[in-house]
């Protein structure tokens, strides 16, 4: 299949599935709008009114709709393969289709939530200026990485199911080392705070994000540039593993 | 190429997998052994067998789903390959046109390619307004219908059917079987798949009969499967295994 092709039935299919999973559902694109405003509201209801944090409502949801975006799209991701299962029986459709599909699908989503964390910057009181233009590249390296996440997790999953639990696991403990709930500024030890900011990915990306939206600052550009080149070698690697494994995991996932 | 030409070859084919049964545990399952045969361009190739003896296996092979665990399948670099079955993988939630946009597309055409494709599904199919509506609305005679309309209306190199010939009311299975007649006498490559000896002597222009995994004759259609309908017929009297057994 050509890649233009390709890149067209991902964008083809990923709207179609938006379409068939919001007329499943009696409010339907509503809660593209819906789901977030219940995030903050639950965010308030905890952290503001049951344990008094103030203003950090606003710090909270800076980690978690970024965080949100990515945890989303790979969960969805991991199952896709296994759960593609009567068309790949059919089809020699590229095996990567499947977590690409459920990454736009989530990721087509992303405005809106997006567009409420800018609403919400703008209520406590940060006006919106040139400086956010920053975001669109920490929304580029944020899509690489969960592209990469996302076919690795399927990868996997449609080999050995137990995966799928793992990966469950992982992304939960992710967002309690990403820093949603604290600010990693605040960890005293440099070289602890330097080891997670290097290791964790996503880490340094909500931290990014509040640096440009809350304290008007620039994040480390030259992070950023070193994470996109590592993430698109990643991308390269696990695209070959796709094309040299394909039939072997449609195999296993036919088999099994 | 022209007509007559190798368009497939397969060559010492095996293929089996491992299947997990619990647990850790799992048994090796032998499917085909030894297959060797060839597809040629413009031919109407027919296979038959009875149920277990390896015919789906042997098609995601030719399909290019799986590879095979020994010996080795040739064919051009770019061949364009489906296996027509009924309903590939409907969204029930999408229209009939959705559907058929993306069954279209997941064939390897462009957006444009597959948006002109469809009102020839939509003409051929017959589904009239239901093609505008969701498929969970339709009877499973007009899925039947929309899943064969797709399918046979896209261009591919190699054609694969398995046993679809009956796919709506009679007037509908009169105009498929039309169809596809045409699609097989003219240049399009097919390969006929199907447990009925009848059905593949009826269409098809050379056979094979594959039984427990290994060709047991190949050739003329008329010859195979009277050989093959001799050993159906020596089962049905004197009771058998199954061919899985």
């Known amino acids: ?256 | 190429m022209t007509t007559g030409d190798i368009l497939l070859s397969v060559e010492d084919v095996e293929y089996g997998y491992n299947s997990r049964v619990w647990g850790f545990k799992r048994v090796s399952i032998p499917v085909l052994k030894d297959v060797t045969f060839e597809v040629r361009r413009g031919e109407t190739l027919g296979i038959m067998g009875r149920n277990g003896c390896g015919k789906s296996s042997l098609l995601r092979i030719l399909n290019g789903v799986v590879a095979p665990t020994g010996g080795k399948v040739t064919h051009p670099k770019h061949i364009s390959r489906i296996l027509l079955t009924l309903g590939m993988g409907f969204d029930k939630e999408l229209s009939g046109r959705d559907n058929a946009l993306l069954a279209s597309m997941l064939q390897g055409y462009s957006k444009k390619q597959a948006k002109q494709s469809i009102e020839g599904i939509k003409e051929f199919s017959e589904l009239g307004q239901f093609f505008e509506r969701p498929v969970r609305t339709y009877s499973s005679g007009m899925r039947a219908r929309l899943g064969f309309s797709t399918a046979l209306l896209t261009e591919v190199d190699l054609l694969m059917i398995d046993e679809t010939l009956s796919v709506g009311d009679q007037q509908f299975n009169k105009k498929a079987e039309k169809a596809m007649m045409e699609k097989i006498n003219s240049e399009q490559t097919v390969v006929f798949v199907s447990h009925s000896g009848a059905q593949v002597n009826k269409v098809c222009s050379r056979a094979l009969w594959l039984e427990d995994g290994v060709i047991k004759a190949q050739g003329d259609t008329h010859e195979v499967a009277k050989e093959y309908k001799h050993f159906m017929n020596n089962l049905a009297k004197k009771g058998g295994k199954s061919a899985w057994q």
């Open chain 1, 1 to 256: 299949m050509k890649i233009k092709n390709f890149l067209a039935l991902v964008d083809v299919k990923a709207k179609m599935s938006l379409k068939s999973d919001a007329s499943k559902l009696y409010l339907s694109y509503l809660w593209w709008i819906l789901e977030p405003v219940l995030w903050v509201l639950m965010f308030y209801l905890v952290f503001t009114v049951l344990l008094g944090f103030g203003r950090d409502i606003l710090f909270l949801m800076m980690g978690k709709i970024p965080f949100l975006w990515f945890s989303k799209s790979v969960n969805s991701s991991s199952n896709s393969i296994v759960s593609g299962k009567s068309l790949i029986t059919q089809t020699n459709v590229p095996r990567q289709f499947f977590p690409y599909e459920q990454v736009h699908t989530v990721l087509y989503r992303q405005w809106v939530t997006f567009l409420m964390l800018f609403g919400l910057t703008m209520v406590y009181g940060h006006m919106p200026s040139w400086h956010w233009l920053w975001i669109v590249p920490l929304w580029g390296v944020q899509y690489l990485l969960i592209l990469l996440v996302s076919l690795m997790a399927a990868a996997c999953v449609s080999y050995v199911r137990d995966v799928r639990i793992l990966i469950g696991m992982a992304v939960m403990g992710l967002m309690f080392g990403s820093g949603i709930f604290w600010d990693l500024n605040r960890i005293e030890d440099p070289v602890k705070r330097e080891l997670l900011v290097t290791w964790n990915p996503l880490a340094y990306l909500l931290d990014a994000y509040r640096d440009v939206l809350m304290r008007g600052e620039m994040y480390d550009l030259q992070h950023l540039g070193w994470l996109a080149l590592v993430l698109l070698g990643g991308l390269v690697l696990v695209h070959l593993f796709y094309r040299f494994m394909g039939q072997s995991m449609a195999s296993r996932v036919i088999n099994s």
